[in-house]
């Protein structure tokens, strides 16, 4: 009897605390940022003037900041507008992780369960947990080249050429380098594993709507699109596609522990899991340090935080030329930049200082 009484109040006071919280609904709350020498220097970083066609220097396509549930500023530059769904490169991937914690939540998996149970092709590789590859550590030799390397790419070869049509069944083909979950190699060809695998988790019938039915529908997103390969598997490593409101919304999510308005959307276990660094992550200094399919600003064996000027609580899912989805706790922020960075001059500490002095000081 008193526990059922104690579970009923602490219901009813998670209830009121959602409630008095603002919560997009088909629309965002807006309430922009007045002018400011601060937020004058964010914009002078982010959009940059350029005054030729070549691709050197910081692109900034849609950069939208929500505080506290509300949209206190958004910008956008031409073709890109609000209503634009735009490639999220692997932010994809942490949208992936988002859309396993919901099935994750309905108990269709646990992270120690083989690889192989779920994507049969994995049998090669049967030491392999779910767990490793949400740390991006299945010990596999894969090649996370771009552009600046083509010919030894594994990722090229996987979303271009020879393993485009079965881009799990490319990566499973890959021999191992070490043992499962004592590297950090990043790898999306691990990511396209995860999306193979949800298949069965959540049965081949459901599995075409699941990340509608399971995480899109409930948040409200409207907008996304999200590409598979030849064989129906969400390429999520890559090729989700939303706009910049719209996955705003998985960045509230996140803020608020899994929570979205009175239900909890994803368990507090998962949303710790993507938030815990990898124990054995040899991340390069300056680079974010690996989560379950996230970013933390969390040093690495006594290092530096990655982003100094960014408290210690921010994480964020990151994507090729500059696409990125902050998360500030302690701020209360949640910020949407998509881009089209060429040269590697955007830093994320750099944006992430700015805005920080632009929106997290007074508030109205």
């Known amino acids: 009897m008193v526990n059922a009484m104690l579970v009923?109040?602490?219901l009813l006071m998670w209830g009121a605390v959602a409630q008095a919280q603002t919560w997009p609904g088909d629309d965002w709350q807006t309430q922009p940022s007045p002018p400011?020498?601060?937020?004058?220097?964010?914009?002078?970083?982010?959009?940059?003037?350029?005054?030729?066609?070549?691709?050197?220097?910081?692109?900034?396509?849609?950069?939208?900041?929500?505080?506290?549930?509300?949209?206190?500023?958004?910008?956008?530059a031409a073709p890109t507008t609000q209503a634009t769904a735009h490639l999220t490169w692997s932010?994809?991937?942490?949208?992936?992780?988002?859309?396993?914690?919901?099935?994750?939540?309905?108990?269709?998996?646990?992270?120690?369960?083989?690889?192989?149970?779920?994507?049969?092709?994995?049998?090669?590789?049967?030491?392999?947990?779910?767990?490793?590859?949400?740390?991006?550590?299945?010990?596999?030799?894969?090649?996370?080249?771009?552009?600046?390397?083509?010919?030894?790419?594994?990722?090229?070869?996987?979303?271009?050429?020879?393993?485009?049509?079965d881009m799990a069944g490319f990566t499973a083909a890959h021999k191992a380098f070490a043992q499962p979950g004592q590297r950090f190699r990043y790898s999306?060809?691990?990511?396209?594993?995860?999306?193979?695998?949800?298949?069965?988790?959540?049965?081949?019938?459901?599995?075409?709507?699941?990340?509608?039915?399971?995480?899109?529908?409930?948040?409200?997103?409207?907008?996304?699109?999200?590409?598979?390969?030849?064989?129906?598997?969400w390429v999520g490593s890559s090729y989700a596609y939303m706009t910049a409101r719209d996955l705003a919304r998985i960045g509230l999510l996140m803020l608020r522990e899994g929570r979205w308005q009175d239900r909890q959307l994803l368990p507090a276990e998962w949303v710790a899991l993507n938030r815990t660094p990898f124990a054995k992550a040899n991340a390069a200094p300056g680079e974010a340090t690996p989560g379950g399919h996230w970013w933390l600003n969390q040093p690495v064996a006594g290092a530096p935080r990655p982003w100094p000027d960014a408290p210690a609580d921010a994480f964020a899912a990151l994507g090729h030329w500059g696409q990125a989805l902050y998360i500030v706790p302690s701020a209360q922020l949640v910020i949407v930049r998509y881009a089209d960075d060429r040269d590697g001059s955007y830093a994320h500490n750099e944006l992430l200082k700015r805005a920080l002095a632009a929106f997290a000081g007074a508030r109205p």
């Open 8 to 10: 009923s109040i602490l």
């Open 36 to 76: 400011s020498s601060a937020l004058q220097a964010l914009e002078s970083y982010a959009f940059a003037p350029r005054h030729d066609e070549s691709r050197e220097g910081i692109r900034t396509d849609a950069l939208l900041v929500v505080r506290d549930g509300t949209v206190i500023y958004e910008r956008y």
């Open 91 to 165: 932010i994809s991937k942490s949208v992936l992780a988002t859309v396993l914690g919901v099935a994750y939540g309905q108990g269709r998996f646990q992270l120690q369960d083989p690889v192989a149970r779920f994507y049969p092709p994995f049998a090669v590789h049967p030491a392999v947990h779910i767990e490793d590859l949400l740390y991006w550590a299945s010990g596999l030799d894969w090649q996370e080249d771009y552009e600046f390397a083509p010919l030894k790419s594994s990722v090229v070869a996987m979303l271009y050429t020879r393993g485009r049509a």
């Open 188 to 233: 999306s060809g691990d990511s396209n594993v995860l999306a193979a695998a949800l298949q069965q988790m959540v049965g081949a019938a459901d599995y075409a709507d699941y990340p509608w039915h399971a995480l899109f529908e409930p948040l409200g997103i409207r907008s996304a699109v999200w590409e598979t390969d030849a064989n129906g598997i």
